[in-house]
């Protein structure tokens, strides 16, 4: 059974996955905010069907940045990926990922589309240029 949900906002439809291993093909090309950290092996099982964003945790970044680290595999392969800090939302919990979150570490494709560090909901909420509200299929 997938802990798979899904919320509209004005960047467009977001999936919500406490686990990333719960992925599937439907979820490719889609904002999938998870609460597992950005870690290598939450970013290698998030490229099974690459998000148009990928929104994890940083579950308080830990030894040599192993917290954060699946943030620039997922630059290499140009997706676009940030973490809330691991004070601001609960790890594990979508939900509080995406309602309490304050992005605290981005990647350059994450930058290029304009995100900042600052609360999550707010930014994907509001509406934005043609690029950014175009990140998801309606």
């Given at each position: 059974?997938?802990?798979?949900?899904?919320?509209?906002?004005?960047?467009?439809?977001?999936?919500?996955?406490?686990?990333?291993?719960?992925?599937?093909?439907?979820?490719?090309?889609?904002?999938?905010?998870c609460?597992?950290?950005?870690?290598?092996?939450?970013?290698?099982?998030?490229?099974?069907?690459?998000?148009?964003?990928?929104?994890?945790?940083?579950?308080?970044?830990?030894?040599?940045?192993?917290?954060?680290?699946?943030?620039?595999?997922?630059?290499?392969?140009?997706?676009?990926?940030?973490?809330v800090?691991?004070?601001?939302?609960?790890?594990?919990?979508?939900?509080?990922?995406?309602?309490?979150?304050?992005?605290?570490?981005?990647?350059?494709?994450?930058?290029?589309?304009?995100?900042?560090?600052?609360?999550?909901?707010?930014?994907?909420?509001?509406?934005?240029?043609?690029?950014?509200?175009?990140?998801?299929?309606a």
């Amino acid at each position: 059974m997938t802990s798979a949900r899904t919320r509209s906002l004005a960047a467009g439809r977001i999936v919500l996955l406490d686990d990333a291993g719960d992925l599937a093909a439907d979820h490719a090309g889609r904002i999938v905010v998870c609460g597992d950290p950005a870690t290598l092996r939450t970013a290698r099982a998030l490229l099974r069907y690459p998000p148009s964003l990928a929104v994890l945790h940083d579950a308080g970044v830990g030894k040599d940045g192993a917290g954060t680290a699946g943030l620039d595999r997922l630059a290499d392969v140009h997706v676009p990926a940030v973490a809330v800090a691991h004070d601001s939302a609960r790890l594990g919990d979508a939900e509080d990922v995406l309602e309490q979150g304050r992005i605290a570490h981005l990647n350059a494709p994450a930058r290029a589309l304009g995100l900042e560090e600052g609360p999550l909901l707010r930014q994907l909420a509001r509406p934005r240029s043609a690029h950014v509200r175009k990140l998801s299929p309606a």
